[in-house]
Each structure stands twice: as C-alpha cells, then as structure tokens.
C-alpha cells in the first residue's frame, strides 16, 4: 500500500511530466485501438459461417486486352455442373446478384417497393451460409420454387405491422415470403435484401455459354483435394465448352471464402454488390497504428528519463539504503503502470467519442463492445508492452548509476544520453518518412486530377434509361437537343467507364492471333459527347439500329498496337469473334476512360445492334444552368415512366469514386504524420526543458564569463540539430523505397521528386529548431545569479 502512495505522489509531483507523459500514452493508446479494432473486424470477415475453411469460390483470371485481369465469377454452366463432373466437389451453389442502381420493383399490396441487392441462388445456399432467420426457415426454400426469402429491414419495409409470413409480393412473378433473415452482420462479404431460388427463373438458369457470366460459384472440397489440379480440369473443360476461351487466355484457381473481403481489384466486384477492402492499406495502417504507439513510448520513455536525471540523489540514497536493481526496475514500471491506467481510460473515452467519425469514414458502423474479450485483450496487451518496455527501460538505465556519484550529482549518463538521441533520431526518422509521405500520396492525387484523360469527363449528366424509353429514345433526344443549354446526346452500351462487353478480336487474316477487346456500342454523337478525337479517318457510323455491328467500325490506338497493325490503317479488316470480317474507317486517339491504375484497353467502336434498358443516355451540356437540363430530364421522366423514381448521375462524380481507396489513404496518412509531429513536437520540447534545467549552473557560469546569448542558444540546439539531420538522412531512402512501391499500384504516375525530401527536411528541421529553442531562450536569458544560485 505504501508503495502505491509512493507512486501517485510521483505521479502528481511534475504536471509537467504528468501532462506530457499521459498525452503521449494517451494518443498512442487511442490510435493503436482504433486501428486494431478496425483490422480485427475487416480479417473476422465470413469466419462465422460453418466449413468456412473449405469453403472457396471459383474465380478466373482471363487475358483482356494487353494484362490479365481476375473475375469472382463465371458463366452458368460451370456452376450448374461443376459438382456433377468434379468427383473433387462435395458441395456447389450458384449465387447471380440482380443489382439495380434505383432498386428492383417489388409489388405488394397495391405499393411499390425497390430493392437495391437481389441474390438469385441454389437452394444449397444455406449449406454454405449460415445467416440467422428471425421467422421461417430454409426447409420451405428449398421445397417452394416460388419462394423468397427477405431480410429484417426489407420485412418491416414492406410489412409493418403484420406477419410476413406466407404473403404474396410480385417480383418476376407471384412469389410467397418462407423466411426472415435478420439483418446481415457487418462482416460478410455479400451484400444482399432477398434470395429467389434460381431455378424459377429459366433464363437465369439456362446452360448456355456466354448468356451471362455473373454468377459466382462457391464450393466445398473433399478432403486431401488437389486444388491445383482441380482448377485445371475446370479450365480444360471451360476450354473445350465455351468457343471464345482459348488455352493460354484463361486460367482458374480457388479463393478461400475468408480471404473475399480482403482481396480487391476483381472485376465487377463492386458491381456484384461484393464488399472487399484493400488489404495493403488495412496492414500499411496496421503498421502506422504500431509505429504511433511505439512512438508515444519512445515519447514516454524520454520523458521519463529527463525527469529522472533530476531525481538522480533519490535514486542513489535507495540504493545506498540497500535497494538491488530489480527493486529499482520495479519502482520505474510501478510508476509507469499507474501513467498507462490514467492514459487507458482517457483512451477509451477518446475512442468512444470519435467512433462514430471514424465508422462514417470507413463506411460501416463499428462498435466500441465492451463485453468483447478482444477488446480487453488488445487493450491489456497494450497496457502490458507500454509498462514493460517503457517502465523496463528507464528503470534499467537509472539503476546502473554509482550509488556515490549520484549521491553528489557528478554522475555523466553517457548511456543514457546516447539512448535519448538514438530515440529521438527514431522518432524524426518515422515522423520526417511520414511527412514525406504524405506529400508524394498528395502529389500523386494531384497528379490524378489534373491528368490529360484525352476526353472531357466535365458537364456531362447522365441518366440509365427505363424500358419506357427504348422505343421513344430518338424523340427525347431531339427534345434535349433543342435546348440551348445541350451541345449533344448520345446512348451507348456503357459510359466510357463502364466494360460492358468484351470480345475476342483479330486481323482478319490471322484470326488465331487474338486479344481481347473492350467493344462500345454507340451512337455517332459519342465522340462529340465525351470530346473523344479521331485522329485518322471519320466516324461514318450511323445511328439506324440493324442485326448485328455491321461492316465498319473504328478503333483506338492501342488496339492497332497490340493487333500489330501496318499503317495505314484505314481499310484494313478485323474480326470481332466469329463475326464477319470489319473495315476500319478511323483511329481513335487513345484515352484513360477508366482508373489510372490501369492501362489502356483496346476498344473497338461499332454501331448500335440493339438499345435495352439500363443503358446511359449522356447528355453534353454548356455549363450553364445545369438545373434546366436536369428538369428537363425529369419531365420527360415523369411523363414515361410510372414504375421507377428519377435518378441522375454526373461522369466527373463517378471518376472522383474511382480513388476513394487512395484518397482514404491520404487522409489518414495526413493524421497520422500529425500526430506523429505532434508526439515528437511533445518529447523534443519536453527533453530541452529538462536538458536546459541540467544546465542551468552551467549555463550560468558562461554567461558570467561573458557568453553571449546567441552562444547558449548555440550550445543547447547544437545536439538537436545533429539529430535531425541524422535522422533526415535515415527517412529519405525509407521512404523513397515506400512511396516506390505505392507508385507501382497506378500504371500512370507522378515522379519521386527531389524537392519533395528537401521540403519535408526544411520542414522537419524548422519544427525541431522552433521547438528546442523556446526552451533554450528561456534558458539563455535567465538571471545568471538564478542559474548559479540553482539547487
């Protein structure tokens, strides 16, 4: 007890130490969890579900254009068959997402209802998911083709106050409510309000090759499975099944259904209604949340330090009165025990109030649970590391003093000092790479916003058009067109971010000499719409719709690159799979129309075989009074379409989402280099207060001998400065080597630039210098009676 009383008198003596010392521990403790709760919840994703560890989804990597590109999904007939010809397969389910922008119309009741996730399954989905039903259950699933099963919010949506039950709701037919799934846990991978059974749908169904390819396919293996040679076998039959697969384009593999989430960059993902994070990032930010805590101990442990030079005598009196070290050791992490309890709760405090930002930031609600031994866990692992490592080694450096030198305050510290630089070196070290850092994802963001895409993204609203407007769409053009403030519309099978239909293609005298191509069925207006520029020939494609692509179509540069194209190029003919051959009648100057990260696909421009619904209607505007164009577009909405609400979309919002994952990276590496800064603003002031006040006596008696102030300011910083420059020159190859490898995730960058490392050292050393010399100036122009007067 009498122990404990020694340490919170301790603890209270310095407010200086005190408010330092529990800051530091304070942001450490609070940004480590956040971090480890946000890493623990993304790697707990679909764990829950029974066989989860042998349970996989079939995915290809296919060779589109000029890289290989990775889908989760497949065309039907793998899905419907793989369990039937694989003796491999003990277990196999089909799910098709039907995702709809403005919601799937579901009738009841005389009401509309839209829903926006739709999963069309086997009705083995429950022998791989184990999603929890409030009512119902998957028995009548399963015996009922006519079934559909709805989840909490979508029950109380449409039922509110009666009995889901057993009611009859229209959705591609009449279909009968069997269960209520409560609402999905936040760590699944699938998105979903409804499940239908598949096999009601037979054009979902079907077993044809090349209908859709949107189904994902999950199954479970027996035991000691070859996975590689399975997913051989299946690319040997998709091979010979389907007509445009070719040997050396596709390959299969098996994706464990724990790894789905945290595994992006697959086509249509997003599309799928898939919920995927960008693993790199989540362990970058794993790392960050590491460094800061060890940050704030080093912070501490400099801290700690300083302050107890000046408790030196006391240290050696207790030694003297027969203390052994380890009693010491012991004290120190006593001490720093009772620093990490107070820094803990404010904590958790902290954590607890910024929550709710950091979850709108994420994109889902995470939860501070106490009753979650995970939480305790972290935070008792945490409390453990930061009294160890910070009580430990304070403790283990005071206590080798000589006992008389302490006594009469002689004592050199030589070790001590040199563990306090090598600390403060490390902390510049992190803080001046993170600067840096910060500044090239910065750039690079800039770089990506500024970037000549080689179209015009700007003023272009967009609209996905209904079933209504598949036979009107020439009129509504024309009564777009007439306002002042259109330059042009166009309908297309995609906007130019979209891949909506890809194809084999090939001179067309050598038609096995093929690449895959991005085909973009369009309208004549599309290049005056998107300020697309064709650089040989002319779009002679007309609007009249006809069987087929017809005879002419254009491309784009990349597609003569890659097909090894003589000029000239017009004239010549291409195949577009089994198509009858095509004359080129123009080039195409080649554009970024989807993400930087990847490189150009080729594309072909063909005419309109057909328009359906979901396709973009893009309007070209002036600028000017956008508001007019858009109740224009809603007008003639209301005045054709009584089933959806109006929706609309602008082109430059759906590029600025294209780097949500890289602009979510610059703004936590943006807190976390401040808050880096400002731990090791925090220590490198705390340690020239308690530099200068070790010095006092000496500083006192050179100024009596007539040294200036200039001198004492020089004599104080001098060590600081060595520091930072030391540590300057440790941060730039770090993080030249890091931003190196972040580059390397666009396929279009900005460059390592020199400047950028000489600012960040200007910077560092600015901070490091206004930091150390306010405590230096005090010292400097302090009374020097005072100073010798001292102690």
């Avoid at 330090?305 to 005598?313: Q, Y």
């Amino acid at each position: 007890m009498n122990k404990i009383k020694t340490y919170i008198r301790v603890f209270f003596r310095d407010k200086v130490s005190l408010l330092l010392g529990v800051g530091s521990l304070t942001i450490g403790i609070s940004v480590s969890l956040l971090i480890g709760l946000w890493y623990v919840n993304e790697t707990s994703y679909d764990k829950f579900h029974k066989d989860s560890d042998n349970t996989y989804r079939v995915c290809r990597k296919i060779l589109l254009g000029s890289e290989s590109k990775i889908l989760g999904s497949e065309f039907n007939p793998l899905g419907k068959n793989i369990k039937r010809l694989f003796p491999e397969v003990i277990e196999a389910v089909r799910i098709s997402p039907i995702i709809s922008e403005k919601g799937e119309l579901v009738k009841y009741g005389g009401k509309k209802h839209f829903l926006k996730y739709i999963n069309v399954v086997d009705t083995s989905f429950f022998n791989f998911f184990n999603y929890e039903f409030k009512e119902g259950s998957a028995h009548a699933f399963i015996q009922n083709p006519n079934s559909i099963i709805i989840d909490e919010t979508t029950a109380n949506q449409f039922f509110p106050n009666e009995n889901p039950l057993g009611r009859v709701i229209s959705y591609m037919g009449e279909r009968e409510v069997v269960g209520v799934l409560k609402n999905l846990p936040s760590n699944t991978h699938l998105k979903f309000h409804a499940l239908i059974p598949i096999q009601s749908i037979p054009e979902i169904d079907n077993g044809k090759w090349g209908n859709r390819d949107n189904y994902m396919t999950y199954v479970k293996l027996a035991k000691d499975t070859n996975q590689a040679f399975l997913c051989e076998k299946i690319k040997q039959y998709s091979v010979t099944s389907c007509d445009f697969y070719r040997e050396g384009d596709i390959d299969y593999f098996l994706q464990p259904l724990q790894a789905i989430h945290l595994t992006s960059g697959f086509m249509f993902e997003a599309e799928s209604g898939v919920r995927t994070t960008n693993a790199s990032m989540l362990v970058t930010f794993l790392i960050i949340g590491i460094v800061i805590l060890l940050i704030a101990c080093v912070n501490f442990i400099n801290l700690f330090i300083s302050a107890s030079f000046l408790r030196a005598k006391a240290i050696g009196l207790k030694k003297v009165n027969g203390a052994k070290r380890l009693n010491i050791i012991m004290d120190f992490m006593g001490e720093t025990f009772l620093y990490v309890f107070f820094s803990s709760v404010l904590a958790l405090l902290i954590i607890h109030a910024v929550l709710p930002y950091f979850s709108q930031f994420i994109g889902y609600n995470l939860l501070l649970d106490f009753s979650d031994s995970k939480l305790w866990i972290m935070l008792l692992g945490v409390g453990l590391f930061i009294s160890i490592f910070s009580g430990a080694i304070p403790g283990l450096y005071m206590s080798g003093f000589n006992s008389l030198e302490s006594l009469k305050g002689r004592f050199k510290g030589q070790r001590i000092i040199a563990l306090q630089k090598s600390l403060v070196i490390i902390q510049f070290t992190v803080s001046m790479a993170l600067l840096t850092g910060v500044f090239f994802i910065n750039k690079q963001i800039q770089f990506i916003n500024n970037a000549d895409l080689g179209f015009d993204k700007e003023q272009l609203v967009y609209i996905n058009i209904p079933e209504s407007y598949v036979n009107k769409i020439s009129s509504i053009q024309e009564e777009l067109e007439r306002s002042p403030f259109v330059k042009a519309t166009c309908v297309s099978n995609g906007t130019t971010l979209q891949w909506w239909q890809g194809n084999s293609i090939s001179k067309a005298e050598t038609p096995d000499e093929q690449v895959v191509a991005e085909i973009k069925q369009m309208q004549h207006n599309y290049f005056k719409v998107y300020g697309l520029q064709v650089i040989e020939g002319e779009n002679t494609l007309s609007d009249a719709l006809g069987k087929g692509f017809g005879s002419d179509c254009l491309i784009n540069e990349k597609t003569a690159e890659l097909l090894n194209l003589e000029k000239p190029y017009i004239g010549k003919s291409i195949k577009v799979g089994f198509r009858k051959p095509m004359t080129i009648v123009g080039v195409v100057k080649d554009a970024y129309t989807k993400s930087l990260n990847q490189k150009i696909d080729p594309q072909v421009y063909v005419r309109f075989c057909d328009i359906w619904a979901g396709m973009p209607l893009m309007v070209k505007t002036t600028g000017r009074d956008m508001k007019v164009v858009i109740d224009i577009l809603r007008k003639q909405w209301e005045a054709n379409e009584t089933d959806y609400p109006f929706e609309y979309r602008f082109l430059d919002k759906d590029y600025e989402a294209l780097y949500k994952d890289e602009e979510q990276s610059g703004i936590l590496a943006l807190w976390t280099m401040g808050i880096a800064l400002f731990l090791t603003i925090a220590g490198l002031w705390g340690m020239a207060r308690y530099s200068s006040h070790r010095r006092i006596k000496e500083i006192g008696v050179r100024k009596v001998n007539g040294a200036s102030t200039l001198e004492i300011l020089r004599l104080l910083n001098t060590d600081f400065i060595k520091w930072v420059v030391v540590a300057f020159s440790i941060a730039c190859p770090i993080a030249w080597y890091v931003m190196d490898k972040w580059l390397q995730n666009f396929a279009y960058k900005t460059e390592l630039s020199w400047w950028i490392f000489a600012l960040s050292g200007l910077i560092g050393m600015g901070i490091a210098l206004l930091t150390v010399s306010i405590q230096s100036w005090r010292a400097a122009t302090r009374n020097p009676v005072e100073s010798l007067r001292y102690e």
